[in-house]
């Protein structure tokens, strides 16, 4: 159901500075750019980073600042329903873009996590 880390994800304030510093400073390989996103590789992993006003509403406790895991989840309905089986309580159930579906969700520590399924090809 989980088999992987889809990628790990940090905030910014400026995609312009983030770009430069990954890109220029760490060397990182850029895989997906735009106003409000920026994807690199490192090695066979991905690094995101957004603006802090994507972020979805923010529980109690937890905060943009820090690291967010995205586990790949294919197919994302039946780990959504494994984790509601379990009263795992979803901040953002189950949201479809043009990158993926998408849902976001808490561990007992107030730690966010992501479940990724990207679209098909």
Same mark, same amino acid.
């Given at each position: 159901?989980? %088999?992987? =880390?889809?990628? =790990?994800?940090?905030?910014?304030?400026? =995609? &312009? @500075?983030? !770009?430069?510093?990954?890109?220029?400073? /760490?060397?990182?390989?850029?895989?997906?750019?735009?106003?409000?996103?920026? %994807?690199?590789? =490192?090695? &066979?992993? @991905?690094?995101?980073?957004?603006?802090?006003?994507? /972020? *979805?509403?923010? *529980?109690? #406790?937890?905060?943009?600042? #820090?690291?967010?895991?995205? !586990?790949? +989840?294919? $197919?994302?309905?039946?780990?959504? +329903?494994?984790? %509601?089986?379990?009263?795992?309580?979803?901040?953002?159930?189950?949201? %479809?873009?043009?990158?993926?579906?998408?849902?976001?969700?808490?561990? *007992?520590? #107030?730690?966010?996590? #992501?479940?990724?399924? $990207? *679209?098909?090809?």
């Amino acid at each position: 159901m989980f %088999e992987k =880390i889809a990628f =790990i994800h940090y905030c910014t304030e400026n =995609i &312009d @500075r983030t !770009l430069k510093f990954y890109s220029d400073v /760490m060397g990182f390989k850029l895989l997906v750019q735009n106003d409000e996103w920026v %994807e690199f590789a =490192i090695g &066979d992993q @991905r690094l995101a980073l957004h603006l802090v006003k994507l /972020m *979805p509403l923010m *529980p109690e #406790g937890s905060h943009p600042n #820090g690291a967010m895991v995205w !586990l790949y +989840a294919k $197919p994302i309905e039946q780990a959504i +329903a494994h984790l %509601e089986g379990n009263n795992i309580k979803f901040i953002n159930k189950l949201e %479809e873009f043009s990158y993926g579906k998408t849902a976001t969700f808490t561990d *007992p520590d #107030g730690n966010l996590l #992501g479940l990724y399924e $990207p *679209p098909e090809k």
